[in-house]
């Protein structure tokens, strides 16, 4: 037995906002999508609406969805056409003549006989027949049953094709439910007249209206512009419907409307209606027409339901695009894409919207000063700590030694972490103890730890170290997809850094044709360009200035680079290109090699590449510096670079 509700409380669905009870959105798979973007040359804003479009791995993206709009659309025109009250009316039509010569056949009066000649010089067309037995004495019931049906109908899909559900409440029509409809569709016409006008009291006539017609208005409008709203879009799918019809089908419904309930008045309320909702409401398409090319026929209704559809499915798939000035994915409207596609595309929808906007609450996605959008320090912090981590697994599968144990027999850093598999610095008593109690704090009961409660104490060595990473950036780095490895090692490099050897001075440095130092937000946002230059020779003497300014420090100098030196620095601060390389370049880039190794620095050069000269080159300087070359492939630059980091700062 269910328990009672407390009086004054009432329960339904939830409007307001999101859904409190929803699971959480996965910001990280959506900002590692972003950084991948932004890290390959795109904008953040258009990484923000790649992503949107792609979806992620639990999410359809507006791409997919857009898809499934234009599938049901192909699958609308491809299964109907609009031809069905036609053949409805044809059908009766037939029945109603063959079931009145069957009464006239066994009567031998000149009376019977002068009726079958009637019916025998009916005119071909359907509509035209129709008209010419309006006022035919029928001797047979079932054949007068039959012509009254045909009336019936073509009311009951008049009106359907106008008001929604209206063909549906009208199955058995009465003579005072005609009386009432005309009356409706006599006080309606009245009503926008007055709206036309502008009269004062058109808010007074519309709640009389509602109060004595509301019940022919499921949609329940609040105002009269609701109202126009809802009857000017309906009636523009049926003028669409019509006009996607052939002249001769066109012409046959126009005229068969005439005898719709017995009487021409209906057309023509209908037509003062039509007329009047095309002036109120010119902004809706009353002129389109579609291709129905299936076999599944539609009456009037079904076809202005299906040209609503399709209305509402060109309209979804524009909010979907957003491509238009200040889309936004709560543009959507996610009840008519609930009733096109599904719960499940719904969902998808306002996860994406969800993604959108915790994007920006949370502070991952921020404005620059020049108003432009871009990921935020906190986002690149998030970045940084998958790239590490994907680098950690990389490195753990061959064979190098876990960053996370590095400097465990130190002395405490003073930061904390979760405790992981395979962890042997000291736990963090006071912390795991008030993890626990927190996450029992709503039970009653001893305090019982878990392991998600375990936090542990970093350590650190005392020996600090100056790390120069020096990352080409030459064009050859973009064409041969070295450009988002590249970027992600050195976001790797400095997520270690700065978490877990904070005392350690690491600075960035870029060369193509020249070399400059960059923060990491520079470079993650950095665009490959076309330019010609490896100035490693650069690179190497803005390495050595950061060595010098900390001379307490393990110099240590990291290379990344596809091509040998093909540019160096000359005194006046020009840059020098030549291909071959000059051996003045040559030179100097071997010089600053020289100056470095009596800085105590050795080179690590990671070689990405298989050009001999760059080979010859690059082993060259390994040996003058008492370095080593790697080379990796692409997928492994970042365990090579954080892995030859960690050798080095193991010897500290």
Same mark, same amino acid.
Request: proline share 5%.
């Given at each position: 037995?269910?328990?009672?509700?407390?009086?004054?409380?009432?329960?339904?669905?939830?409007?307001?906002?999101?859904?409190?009870?929803?699971?959480?959105?996965?910001?990280?798979?959506?900002?590692?999508?972003?950084?991948?973007?932004?890290?390959?040359?795109?904008?953040? *804003?258009?990484? $923000?609406?790649?992503? $949107?479009?792609?979806?992620?791995?639990?999410?359809?993206?507006?791409?997919?969805?857009?898809?499934?709009?234009? %599938?049901?659309?192909?699958?609308?025109?491809?299964?109907?056409?609009?031809?069905?009250?036609?053949?409805?009316?044809?059908?009766?039509?037939?029945?109603?003549?063959?079931?009145?010569?069957?009464?006239?056949?066994?009567?031998?009066?000149?009376?019977?006989? /002068?009726?079958?000649?009637? &019916?025998?010089? &009916?005119?071909?067309?359907?509509?035209?027949?129709?008209?010419?037995?309006?006022?035919?004495?029928?001797?047979?019931? %079932?054949? *007068?049953?039959?012509?009254?049906?045909?009336?019936?109908?073509?009311?009951?899909?008049?009106?359907?094709?106008?008001?929604?559900?209206?063909?549906?409440?009208?199955?058995?029509?009465?003579?005072?439910?005609?009386?009432?409809?005309?009356?409706?569709?006599?006080?309606?016409?009245?009503?926008?007249?007055?709206?036309?006008?502008?009269?004062?009291?058109?808010?007074?006539?519309?709640?009389? /209206?509602?109060?004595?017609?509301?019940?022919?208005?499921?949609?329940?409008?609040?105002?009269?512009?609701?109202?126009?709203?809802?009857?000017?879009?309906?009636?523009?799918?049926?003028?669409?419907?019509?006009?996607?019809?052939?002249?001769?089908?066109?012409?046959?419904?126009?005229?068969?409307?005439?005898?719709?309930?017995?009487?021409?008045?209906?057309?023509?309320?209908?037509?003062?209606?039509?007329a009047q909702l095309q002036g109120l409401r010119p902004g809706e398409d009353w002129s389109g027409s579609e291709r129905m090319s299936g076999d599944d026929p539609l009456g009037l209704a079904e076809g202005a339901r299906a040209m609503s559809d399709l209305a509402?499915? #060109?309209?979804?798939?524009?909010?979907?695009?957003?491509?238009?000035?200040? @889309?936004?994915? %709560?543009?959507?409207?996610?009840?008519?894409?609930?009733?096109?596609?599904?719960?499940?595309?719904?969902?998808?929808?306002?996860?994406?919207?969800?993604? %959108?906007?915790?994007?920006?609450?949370?502070?991952?996605?921020? *404005?620059?000063?020049?108003?432009?959008?871009?990921?935020?320090?906190? @986002?690149?912090?998030?970045?940084?700590?998958? @790239?590490?981590? #994907?680098?950690?697994?990389?490195?753990?599968?061959?064979?190098?030694? #876990?960053?996370?144990?590095?400097?465990?027999?130190?002395?405490?850093?003073?930061?904390?972490?979760?405790?992981? /598999?395979?962890?042997?610095?000291?736990? #963090?008593?006071?912390?795991?103890?008030?993890?626990?109690?927190?996450?029992?704090?709503?039970?009653?009961?001893?305090?019982? $730890?878990?392991?998600?409660?375990?936090?542990?104490?970093?350590?650190?060595?005392?020996?600090?170290?100056?790390?120069?990473?020096?990352?080409?950036?030459?064009?050859?780095?973009?064409?041969?997809?070295?450009?988002?490895?590249?970027?992600?090692?050195?976001?790797?490099?400095?997520?270690?850094?700065?978490?877990?050897?904070?005392?350690?001075?690491?600075?960035?440095?870029?060369?193509?044709?020249?070399?400059?130092?960059?923060?990491?937000?520079?470079?993650?946002?950095?665009?490959?360009?076309?330019?010609?230059?490896?100035?490693?020779?650069?690179?190497?003497?803005?390495?050595?200035?950061?060595?010098?300014?900390?001379?307490?420090?393990?110099?240590?100098?990291?290379?990344?680079?596809?091509?040998?030196?093909?540019?160096?620095?000359?005194?006046?601060?020009?840059?020098?290109?030549?291909?071959?390389?000059?051996?003045?370049?040559?030179?100097?880039?071997? /010089?600053?090699?020289?100056?470095?190794?009596?800085?105590?620095?050795?080179?690590?050069?990671?070689?990405?590449?298989?050009?001999?000269?760059?080979?010859?080159?690059?082993?060259?300087?390994?040996?003058?510096?008492?370095?080593?070359?790697?080379?990796?492939?692409?997928?492994? &630059?970042?365990?090579?670079?954080?892995?030859?980091?960690?050798?080095?700062? *193991?010897?500290?």
């Amino acid at each position: 037995m269910s328990a009672p509700i407390p009086e004054g409380w009432s329960y339904g669905p939830w409007h307001d906002g999101p859904d409190p009870l929803a699971a959480p959105v996965d910001l990280r798979d959506a900002l590692d999508e972003i950084g991948r973007d932004v890290m390959n040359g795109s904008s953040p *804003r258009s990484a $923000l609406e790649e992503m $949107l479009r792609r979806g992620t791995r639990s999410t359809q993206g507006l791409d997919d969805l857009t898809r499934r709009l234009w %599938e049901r659309r192909r699958e609308i025109q491809r299964r109907h056409n609009l031809d069905g009250t036609l053949r409805d009316v044809q059908r009766l039509l037939d029945e109603a003549l063959e079931a009145e010569r069957r009464e006239l056949f066994p009567n031998p009066s000149d009376d019977a006989r /002068f009726k079958e000649a009637e &019916l025998d010089a &009916l005119p071909a067309g359907t509509a035209a027949a129709v008209r010419e037995l309006a006022n035919y004495q029928w001797e047979s019931s %079932e054949a *007068r049953e039959k012509y009254e049906e045909i009336r019936e109908l073509l009311g009951r899909e008049l009106l359907g094709s106008r008001f929604e559900g209206m063909k549906e409440a009208l199955q058995q029509t009465t003579p005072e439910d005609v009386a009432r409809i005309n009356e409706m569709l006599t006080d309606l016409n009245a009503l926008l007249a007055a709206h036309a006008q502008g009269r004062p009291d058109v808010p007074q006539l519309f709640d009389e /209206f509602m109060a004595k017609h509301g019940e022919f208005f499921p949609e329940n409008p609040q105002n009269v512009d609701e109202l126009i709203d809802v009857l000017a879009q309906r009636a523009a799918a049926a003028q669409r419907m019509l006009n996607s019809m052939t002249p001769e089908q066109r012409a046959e419904l126009m005229e068969l409307s005439q005898q719709a309930f017995g009487s021409p008045q209906l057309a023509q309320q209908l037509a003062q209606l039509d007329a009047q909702l095309q002036g109120l409401r010119p902004g809706e398409d009353w002129s389109g027409s579609e291709r129905m090319s299936g076999d599944d026929p539609l009456g009037l209704a079904e076809g202005a339901r299906a040209m609503s559809d399709l209305a509402e499915l #060109d309209a979804l798939a524009e909010q979907l695009a957003q491509s238009y000035p200040g @889309a936004r994915l %709560e543009d959507i409207d996610l009840e008519a894409l609930t009733r096109q596609l599904g719960d499940e595309a719904t969902v998808d929808a306002r996860r994406l919207s969800e993604l %959108e906007r915790q994007l920006r609450d949370q502070g991952l996605l921020e *404005r620059a000063p020049d108003g432009s959008l871009r990921l935020s320090p906190k @986002a690149l912090r998030q970045l940084g700590q998958t @790239a590490l981590a #994907d680098v950690l697994r990389t490195a753990r599968g061959s064979g190098e030694r #876990d960053a996370a144990n590095a400097g465990a027999a130190g002395e405490l850093s003073g930061s904390t972490r979760q405790w992981q /598999f395979g962890d042997t610095q000291p736990w #963090d008593v006071p912390r795991t103890v008030r993890n626990a109690v927190l996450r029992t704090a709503s039970r009653s009961g001893s305090v019982k $730890l878990d392991v998600a409660d375990v936090e542990i104490a970093e350590t650190e060595h005392r020996a600090r170290a100056a790390v120069a990473l020096l990352v080409d950036t030459s064009w050859s780095m973009v064409q041969e997809g070295r450009w988002l490895p590249m970027k992600r090692t050195a976001l790797a490099l400095h997520q270690l850094i700065s978490t877990r050897y904070r005392n350690d001075a690491l600075q960035l440095i870029t060369f193509g044709r020249y070399a400059g130092v960059v923060e990491l937000p520079q470079l993650i946002g950095m665009e490959g360009t076309w330019e010609q230059g490896t100035n490693a020779h650069h690179a190497l003497l803005l390495a050595g200035r950061h060595l010098r300014r900390h001379p307490d420090a393990q110099p240590v100098v990291l290379m990344v680079t596809d091509g040998e030196p093909t540019a160096h620095l000359e005194p006046d601060g020009m840059a020098e290109f030549s291909y071959p390389p000059e051996p003045a370049t040559l030179r100097k880039t071997i /010089f600053e090699v020289d100056r470095l190794a009596k800085l105590g620095a050795s080179l690590t050069v990671f070689r990405l590449g298989d050009d001999p000269r760059l080979n010859a080159f690059v082993d060259l300087l390994a040996r003058r510096s008492g370095g080593r070359v790697l080379a990796p492939d692409v997928d492994g &630059l970042g365990a090579a670079v954080v892995g030859d980091y960690l050798r080095t700062r *193991r010897k500290l």
